[in-house]
């Protein structure tokens, strides 16, 4: 870690121990008839694995340089996340720039030359009401406290857009005006409560019932009126044009309520040509959790935006949203992306705080495929971070019964299901049977390996793909290491697969995931262009070269 990530604390970076006696922890716990004996026979003093299943996910600031992204990958991060507020197309493109060459340049020199997978996501944010600046009556400040019990004017005056005090609070929208006697607002996340007294001329006069410190430019949340809009801005269409022509991978469509909007984004971005990027629906509000149901067919995938969703829900009953999004992904198959303000403790010491800890790995053990950490956009320890969210997923990792919830969610595919998707449930399920070290999937579309992924087997699944599309795709998967494979295509099919598969298993070598002796399942086509991967064999990892 260089001197630009060190800690503001004198304390040093620790990362949780993890004690490596045996990596048969739940080898015991994983055949048990029922939940509770699972549960009773796990292990503190050893884990099942040394490899991250779980997708960590950074948020990155316009500035982000190539060197970061570099530890990022290092570190083991496979996506990012950013936004292109307030930026011009050139300066969008120098950040991406970075970010691409940051990636190319640790694929060069530290990988073996194998292109690593960072997934590029465009966050397009939406419309959202915010507080106006803090005005700052000596250099040093940027907070102000509004004490509990004081009492404070809520205006939608442009005059103090750049003058929010303890005494006058701007929000940038009229809506202030619709409220009642004993009406809500909550500012910052819920961190401040107010409670309307009477509402007169352009402000409401509120009391507040919980206090806390204030920055400049916070989210607020008036009880009954869902954050954002019900369509597509004209910015958020610029940003989607921004980012097909940049190529991003994932847009993270904001404020979805229905499948309707969602259809509506698709067609847009789609005559924009931006068929291949894959659309995310955020479910940021109460109604597309109402309406999540009709929504998920729609989409590609699903970021949960817990923060946005308690100001509706109420804090108490979040967990119970997360449960309830995840499972449904879970079972129709379509992965997830969890932002919950992961580890903000971090954001200046070392060590996060137990509640923080019990989030992440809830959330992991809840069925998230990718944890965001929001907290790299403002940590000094931004390593630290990925490294320290990375050994707590491995946690929660630990405690998962993967032989039931395959069960559960085998039994979720009624017949008839398609050939690829059949073939790819009984792969994950020999998996089990004869514990792979690994299942390797030689795959076009990513089709097989996604599926393979959907299951939860307890090994990796290494995807080896021709196209850096399909692979950074891939990555959102828990799992999945999507590797892309750039030799030469051999004409003999039987030779590429041979090929490939060599290189899947150098690349487990060397990296810890396969060991002399393992035994790992292969998934191919029989043929050349044959639609999915439709043959599945066992393999010893040898010293040498793989044997049959």
């Not at 949340?221 to 044009?241: F, N, V, W, Y």
Request: charged letters at 20%; aromatic letters at 8%.
């Amino acid at each position: 870690m260089d001197s630009t990530n060190k800690s503001y604390t004198e304390n040093p970076c620790i990362v949780p121990q993890e004690y490596c006696y045996s990596n048969e922890m739940k080898k015991k716990a994983s055949f048990k008839d029922n939940y509770l004996d699972h549960l009773s026979n796990l292990k503190i003093g050893s884990n099942p694995s040394q490899n991250t299943l779980t997708t960590i996910a950074c948020g990155v600031q316009p500035n982000v340089t190539k060197s970061l992204i570099e530890e990022y990958c290092q570190s083991g991060a496979s996506m990012v996340i950013f936004d292109f507020n307030g930026l011009s197309f050139e300066q969008s493109r120098k950040m991406l720039l970075e970010i691409r060459q940051g990636v190319f340049n640790y694929s060069h020199k530290k990988n073996n030359q194998v292109p690593y997978s960072m997934t590029l996501v465009l966050d397009l944010g939406g419309s959202c009401i915010t507080t106006g600046r803090i005005f700052h009556t000596t250099p040093t400040q940027h907070l102000i406290e509004l004490s509990t019990n004081a009492h404070v004017y809520v205006t939608n005056n442009v005059e103090y857009k750049f003058k929010c005090t303890v005494d006058r609070i701007y929000v940038n929208s009229d809506m202030i005006l619709r409220l009642k006697t004993n009406d809500r607002i909550y500012l910052d996340y819920g961190k401040i409560e107010l409670a309307v007294i009477r509402v007169e001329n352009n402000e409401a006069y509120c009391v507040v019932k919980r206090g806390e410190c204030l920055g400049s430019e916070k989210k607020v949340h008036m009880q009954g009126i869902p954050i954002g809009s019900t369509a597509l801005s004209k910015l958020d269409e610029e940003k989607i044009r921004t980012g097909i022509l940049l190529k991003v991978d994932v847009i993270l469509v904001p404020g979805v309520r229905n499948s309707l909007f969602f259809d509506h984004v698709r067609k847009f971005v789609g005559t924009e040509r931006g068929g291949d990027i894959s659309l995310y629906a955020k479910i940021d509000n109460s109604v597309g959790l109402e309406n999540i149901d009709d929504i998920l067919p729609c989409v590609d995938g699903v970021f949960l935006n817990r923060p946005n969703l308690s100001m509706e829900v109420g804090h108490d009953k979040i967990f119970l949203v997360q449960k309830i999004i995840l499972s449904k992904c879970n079972i129709v198959g379509k992965p997830t992306i969890t932002y919950g303000e992961y580890l903000n403790s971090m954001e200046i010491g070392t060590i996060p705080s137990s509640a923080e800890v019990n989030d992440l790995i809830n959330t992991v053990m809840d069925g998230t495929d990718c944890i965001y950490l929001d907290i790299t956009m403002r940590s000094a320890n931004k390593l630290h971070c990925i490294q320290y969210a990375s050994s707590l997923c491995r946690q929660g990792e630990a405690t998962i019964w993967e032989n039931q919830l395959f069960n559960e969610l085998n039994k979720k595919s009624k017949p008839k299901i398609n050939p690829a998707h059949a073939v790819s449930i009984g792969c994950v399920e020999v998996s089990f049977k004869c514990n792979a070290a690994a299942i390797i999937v030689i795959t076009t579309s990513g089709l097989s390996a996604g599926v393979v992924a959907r299951y939860r087997p307890k090994c990796p699944v290494l995807a080896i793909v021709r196209h850096g599309k399909s692979a950074r795709k891939l990555s959102v998967w828990r799992n999945v290491i999507a590797l892309q494979y750039i030799d030469p295509i051999e004409k003999n099919w039987s030779k590429e697969i041979e090929n490939r598969t060599r290189f899947a298993i150098d690349f487990g070598k060397r990296n810890n995931i396969l060991h002399h002796g393992d035994l790992v399942l292969h998934m191919s086509c029989s043929k050349q262009n044959a639609g999915f991967a439709n043959t599945m064999k066992l393999l010893y990892v040898s010293a040498g070269d793989f044997n049959a």
